[in-house]
T-cell receptor, first 114, second 114 residues
Framework: DGGITQSPKYLFRKEGQNVTLSCEQN?????MYWYRQDPGQGLRLIYY???????QKGDIAEGYSVSREKKESFPLTVTSAQKNPTAFYLC?????????????FGEGSRLTVL | GENVEQHPSTLSVQEGDSAVIKCTYS??????FPWYKQELGKRPQLIID?????GEKKDQRIAVTLNKTAKHFSLHITETQPEDSAVYFC?????????????FGQGTILTVHP
């Protein structure tokens, strides 16, 4: 059953702690993305990766870090430098090439900073 | 960078009525415009998209129109049903290798009353 798996679904963190959100896909997609969703603000792009061992900052990358060591995996670390980390985080992937476009999303990880 | 504005933020209709959601974008280089539907507690899913070489696209009860000159595009849902109730997001990107680098609107909460 192909898809994108995010874990954990819910996560609580104390201020000053780093936390890593997992994202794994078995769709054989080249490109992977992390979006942050806040109420009333839509989705905002944090980081994206179009190939293994390469990634670029999105619109709100400050306080976050990523790695892309395998095609299937794109973990996101929310560092203590992120000023307002409480949010819903969505991982997505898509194929590369002409006339593609659909983003396939995971079920999301809800991070709450206590 | 790109900016996408979406209106209205909430929309309430009676079952069987039509619903229209409008978006404007700022970057004339954008040429790919998808619409995502997010049901409560679920992941966003693509419902329809349009590319800049097309002015209108229809899929059963859903249609999207694009006016590149005015830089706006709209989602039209006809014969609404209660299961259409969800949050709808418009988005824009430059396509090519950047299909997944989407700038989203703020979202519209659509409620269809039986």
């Amino acid at each position: 059953d192909g898809g994108i798996t995010q874990s954990p679904k819910y996560l609580f963190r104390k201020e000053g702690q780093n936390v890593t959100l997992s994202c794994e896909q078995n769709l054989n997609h080249d490109a992977m993305y992390w979006y942050r969703q806040d109420p009333g603000q839509g989705l905002r792009l944090i980081y994206y990766s179009q190939i293994v061992n390469d990634f670029q900052k999105g619109d709100i990358a400050e306080g976050y870090s990523v790695s892309r060591e395998k095609k299937e995996s794109f973990p996101l670390t929310v560092t203590s430098a992120q000023k307002n980390p409480t949010a819903f985080y969505l991982c997505a992937s898509t194929t590369s090439g002409a006339n593609t476009g659909e983003l396939f999303f995971g079920e999301g990880s809800r991070l709450t900073v206590l | 960078g790109e900016n996408v504005e979406q209106h209205p933020s909430t929309l309430s209709v009676q079952e069987g009525d039509s619903a229209v959601i409008k978006c404007t974008y700022s970057d004339s280089a954008s040429n790919y415009f998808p619409w995502y539907k997010q049901e409560l507690g679920k992941r966003p899913q693509l419902i329809i998209d349009i590319r800049s070489n097309v002015g209108e696209k229809k899929d059963q009860r859903i249609a999207v129109t694009l006016n590149k000159t005015a830089k706006h595009f709209s989602l039209h849902i006809t014969e609404t049903q209660p299961e259409d109730s969800a949050v709808y997001f418009c988005a824009a990107s430059m396509g090519g290798t950047s299909y997944g680098k989407l700038t989203f609107g703020q979202g519209t909460i659509l409620t269809v009353h039986p």
